[in-house]
């Protein structure tokens, strides 16, 4: 029966293993599955765009012709609540039980960069949940060679903490069925499709996660900047409202002859990491602009967010060695004073780990 619409009940998000050109289950046995359904995902939103290029001549108006001379750019966003660092793993970062290992050097290095993305469609009217591989009337759109492009975080009173991420990518697929397809990955050398490997997609599943936390709560978020104390901000006083964490990975295609395709997408540096902080203020201190310039200060500075009935860490953002870029306070009639904190730092090498952008805490 044809469907008449697609909402989010009939939808889930999974990520495939890295590289995205390579086996899709563990020790190319098909029992181990290395596709993996994302969890709490809130919107999902994907297309691609073919560039173009006329081919003109004397003696005609219209183009004779209209070339792909570039390979076509997919895309692909989505966000989700955060709730552990689950799905950051999944995607390619390195979470890791300490503050140690910078959060993308698995993406840096190569080994978690590339990797291919799936959006399972049921049949309209039932829940993703509890329809088996075999049910009929279901499909997948598979995005092909993803690449990570920019990654964000924000909590505020009143709302959970969520995850937006943004991915370009080379190819997209449709298929009918969720077992026995071929995986969405080109070569990027001619743009051939690959043939030799499938992918299946488990039954979607509920994810509570081993705590039983089914999400956490903005009176759970603590952002530590005790360090900072300058420019008139008592920040121990401060009403902290926001955060928002974000940084990007932009991608510079790589291109040769004889290739259809860029052979390769590589990171365009200095990546850095922007954080701003959003709070009323209670008392001012003492402070000086010429102050803040001349001594130029460091700040360590973390957002913790925690289990809510035993307050162990169920994931943690550090930022290391941030500057201060700007300080903006507001006030007017009917509203609360307010002042916000704009903080930057630059992510180093995979081992540097004494500066940039660190995540730990549960990977469920």
């Excluded at 052979?263 to 803040?292: C, H, K, W, Y």
């Amino acid at each position: 029966m044809a469907r008449n619409r697609i909402i989010y009940q009939s939808e889930a998000l999974y990520a495939g293993p890295s590289p995205a050109t390579g086996d899709h289950f563990s020790g190319g046995n098909i029992g181990n599955n290395s596709v993996n359904q994302l969890q709490r995902v809130q919107s999902a939103n994907y297309s691609f765009n073919i560039a173009r290029q006329d081919v003109n001549q004397f003696g005609e108006l219209a183009a004779i012709d209209r070339v792909i001379l570039e390979s076509p750019t997919v895309s692909l966003d989505f966000s989700y609540l955060l709730n552990s660092l689950g799905n950051e793993e999944l995607i390619g970062f390195s979470p890791l039980d300490t503050d140690q290992v910078s959060c993308i050097s698995g993406i840096l290095n190569k080994t978690t960069d590339e990797r291919n993305y799936f959006i399972r469609t049921v049949a309209e009217g039932n829940d993703a949940l509890g329809v088996g591989t075999g049910a009929a009337n279901q499909n997948v759109i598979g995005i092909g060679n993803g690449f990570v492009t920019s990654y964000s975080t924000e909590g505020s009173v009143g709302a959970f903490p969520t995850v937006t991420v943004n991915v370009e990518a080379l190819n997209m697929a449709f298929d009918a069925g969720v077992t026995g397809n071929h995986i969405p990955a080109v070569l990027p050398a001619d743009g051939s499709k690959i043939t030799g490997k499938l992918y299946a997609l488990n039954s979607v599943v509920t994810s509570q996660a081993a705590t039983g936390v089914s999400a956490l709560r903005p009176g759970d978020i603590t952002v530590d900047l005790s360090a900072y104390g300058e420019g008139g901000v008592t920040i121990n006083d401060a009403k902290i409202q926001s955060y928002t964490l974000s940084f990007d990975l932009a991608r510079d295609p790589l291109q040769k002859l004889g290739s259809k395709f860029a052979f390769a997408r590589e990171i365009t540096f200095p990546v850095t990491v922007s954080m701003s902080v959003q709070a009323l203020l209670g008392d001012l201190t003492t402070g000086n602009l010429a102050d803040i310039v001349t001594n130029d200060k460091n700040y360590d500075i973390s957002v913790a967010l925690k289990h809510p009935t035993t307050s162990a860490i169920q994931a943690k953002y550090f930022l290391k060695r941030a500057k201060l870029d700007s300080q903006e306070f507001s006030s007017s009639i009917g509203d609360n004073k307010s002042v916000t904190l704009n903080f930057s730092t630059q992510i180093g090498g995979p081992n540097q780990n004494d500066r940039g952008l660190f995540m730990s805490g549960i990977k469920d």
